[in-house]
């Protein structure tokens, strides 16, 4: 999600322009990459928020938040596309942004009535470990917006683009991996446990 933020350019031009996609079509499609890029954090913690509601045997309630989120997107997403040119701004771009806004509505609709019904709550804990793993993204956000203000530069130095996003998303990984650690954000063991897969039943 921060490389989609920061860098979306770099990411995509790398990747898909050539032939009929021009350059001009790559910045269209790197600005609605950057809104959906903020929108990521809420599709992952809404299938973080949904199986406590499962748990319980309450299907009714996530599908009703979810669809409400689809019809504000919907919504959203038309009226946008249709109204921000008149800013000159390109109307594709509000597609991302009703997209991410959608997400976020579902996650504030699941949380809210977890934490309104004393089913689940972030522990402080866990903030502690969000903020230190927020430092380490942050810190490899500064890593790939420099490289993303420096693309020319970056091509010239790997020769060809393709090589140089490869490049720079390992080295922007090994960044977030080390400053997590050094933070104690994540711990070896965390990695090996994650990376450990459970016994399964018999």
């Known amino acids: 999600a921060i490389a989609y933020l920061v860098m979306p350019y770099f990411i995509i031009d790398p990747t898909v322009t050539r032939g009929a996609f021009t350059h001009e079509d790559a910045?269209?499609?790197a600005e609605v990459l950057r809104q959906f890029a903020w929108g990521v954090p809420a599709f992952v913690l809404a299938k973080v928020f949904t199986p406590p509601f499962f748990a319980r045997q309450d299907t009714r309630r996530p599908m009703q938040y979810a669809v409400t989120s689809v019809i504000v997107?919907?919504?959203?997403?038309?009226?946008?596309?249709?109204?921000?040119p008149r800013l000159h701004i390109d109307g594709v771009i509000g597609m991302g942004i009703a997209t991410?806004?959608?997400?976020?509505?579902n996650v504030i609709l699941l949380s809210s009535t977890?934490?309104?019904?004393?089913?689940?709550?972030?522990s402080a804990k866990a903030w502690n470990r969000f903020m230190r793993l927020?430092?380490?993204?942050?810190?490899?956000?500064?890593?790939?917006?420099f490289c993303a203000l420096n693309y020319d530069l970056m091509r010239h130095i790997f020769h060809r683009k393709e090589i140089a996003i490869l490049a720079v998303a390992a080295g922007a990984f090994a960044i977030y991996a080390i400053?997590?650690?050094?933070?104690r954000a994540v711990s070896l063991r965390d990695i090996r446990g994650a990376l450990r897969r459970a016994a399964g039943a018999p």
Do not use: K, P
Not at 73 to 84: D, E, R, S, Y
Not at 179 to 183: I, P, Y
């Open 134 to 145: 927020g430092i380490a993204c942050a810190i490899m956000a500064g890593f790939a917006g």
């Open 73 to 84: 997107n919907t919504i959203l997403g038309a009226g946008l596309f249709f109204t921000l």
């Open 114 to 122: 977890l934490a309104r019904e004393g089913t689940y709550r972030v």
């Open 100 to 105: 991410s806004l959608a997400g976020w509505l």
């Open 179 to 183: 400053s997590a650690l050094a933070l």
């Open 27 to 29: 910045h269209r499609t």
